[in-house]
């Protein structure tokens, strides 16, 4: 696969764009819709019937921070092709009546922890607010989205004279010690003026709030030969990012290609709009009812379907190789990963393994095998919640990454552009069950 680092400059420069329009989940979820609309994609509703049709492409958004895009073939399809990956990062989550005056002389601001994130490096660097607001119009709540989009707060750390044993390891209070400086102590009842300032709307007609902090810093290209990257979300915004131009870009005649970004997986996906939910479910069920196949056919459908779980994983760390697998070793630009775990928290097997790298070896896309360490458990993803509700054979994959879970993650110039390619060929190839466990898969 012959790439040139202007290709990978350029795709990367993509991602970039895409991130820094993402500022929350509800902002990463109306930039992937407006890249579907741009290419001819409808949207569809939930709440109104389906009117599908052959050879057209939609997507449909729920809660405002998951979306799930497809395309129908122009023929009958036989099965479901589908990547998930997931729309949050770690953060930190605006209580309601976040101000809080302190000392006498500041306003700081009550946030609770969102997801797993690496605490220290919050600190000490310029903050802003992001997320989704209820909107009362008389009898009508209209969702907006809101990005105070300027050096707003920041997390100050406690000089090291008063905390001499800061870098022996210090165990963070999310109350105490997480806690931004918003102001002066005249800021107080200063947030929600500045959000209907934002919206053009009176202060007293906002009812509710889905706010969180983000890291303000841009993403970077760096080393010695520009071969790294770094910025925000890169867990799991590159997957996301990457999966809506593969399905823009690729698609086949036998199957429905799906897109799923999801929401919430950094807190274990239990919400209507989450891997645990039936979102996936539903949709496909309306797919299939929307073309008149009964449950029978949507059942063998499913059968024949092949899930992608796309979240990214962890590359060795030149400081820290022990941490690493002793056999499996991946590391930043080694090509996708594909992700295993006997405890099946990632789902791939010897079907969906076999099945997958067969694609990338005749598309010539370079991957690499991930596996914790026996004694080092990891995290889960997408794949197992989403396929406890629709069982089909799946695959884990990503990309490898230094910092998972720190506000600034890091990675290689590489992976954007391989990730897609990746994704992009998925959706060219049928994989069909041939029965007794016997698959075929060739390019459409």
Not at 248 to 257: A, F
Not at 287 to 292: C, K, N, Q, T, V
């Amino acid at each position: 696969m012959e790439v040139t680092q202007e290709q990978y400059e350029a795709s990367t420069q993509e991602l970039f764009h895409f991130i820094e329009n993402s500022p929350s989940c509800f902002h990463a979820i109306a930039e992937a819709a407006a890249m579907l609309a741009s290419h001819g994609f409808t949207e569809l509703m939930e709440e109104t019937i389906w009117k599908l049709e052959k050879g057209k492409s939609y997507f449909v958004r729920r809660s405002g921070s998951a979306l799930i895009g497809f395309k129908i073939p122009e023929q009958d399809f036989s099965n479901f092709q589908i990547i998930a990956s997931h729309s949050d990062s770690p953060s930190f989550k605006l209580k309601e009546n976040p101000e809080m005056k302190t000392a006498g002389h500041y306003t700081k601001l009550n946030v609770e922890r969102y997801g797993g994130m690496i605490c220290a490096p919050w600190f000490d660097r310029p903050l802003s607010i992001a997320g989704k607001v209820m909107v009362r119009e008389g009898n009508r709540f209209v969702s907006r989205l809101v990005n105070l989009d300027r050096d707003l707060v920041m997390i100050v750390n406690l000089a090291v004279h008063m905390n001499r044993g800061v870098n022996d390891g210090y165990s963070y209070n999310a109350q105490k010690d997480l806690l931004p400086i918003f102001g002066d102590e005249c800021a107080d009842g200063a947030l929600l003026d500045l959000v209907a300032d934002s919206l053009g709307v009176a202060k007293d007609s906002i009812v509710g709030t889905d706010l969180y902090l983000y890291n303000r810093m841009k993403g970077s290209i760096w080393g010695a030969r520009r071969e790294f990257i770094s910025s925000p979300k890169l867990d799991d915004l590159q997957c996301a990012f990457s999966s809506v131009k593969a399905l823009i870009e690729g698609g086949n005649e036998t199957g429905v290609s799906v897109c799923a970004i999801l929401d919430n997986e950094e807190v274990g996906s239990g919400s209507k709009q989450g891997a645990r939910s039936p979102f996936l479910h539903d949709v496909l069920r309306r797919i299939s009812l929307a073309f008149g196949k009964s449950e029978e056919e949507h059942f063998a459908s499913l059968a024949s379907s092949f899930l992608v779980s796309a979240d990214n994983g962890h590359a060795i760390h030149p400081n820290y190789e022990e941490k690493c697998d002793p056999v499996n070793k991946p590391h930043l630009g080694g090509g996708v990963l594909i992700k295993f775990a006997g405890s099946q928290s990632y789902t791939t097997d010897s079907v969906s393994y076999a099945l997958f790298r067969s694609i990338l070896d005749d598309e010539n896309i370079p991957y690499q095998l991930f596996f914790n360490r026996s004694d080092l458990p990891g995290g889960s993803t997408l794949g197992n919640l989403s396929t406890s509700h629709v069982a089909i054979n799946s695959v884990d994959i990503g990309v490898a990454q230094l910092a998972m879970h720190s506000p600034y993650e890091t990675g290689s110039i590489k992976d954007t552009f391989q990730l897609t390619a990746a994704m992009t060929a998925f959706y060219q190839y049928s994989i069909l069950a041939d029965g007794n466990g016997c698959y075929v898969v060739q390019k459409a």
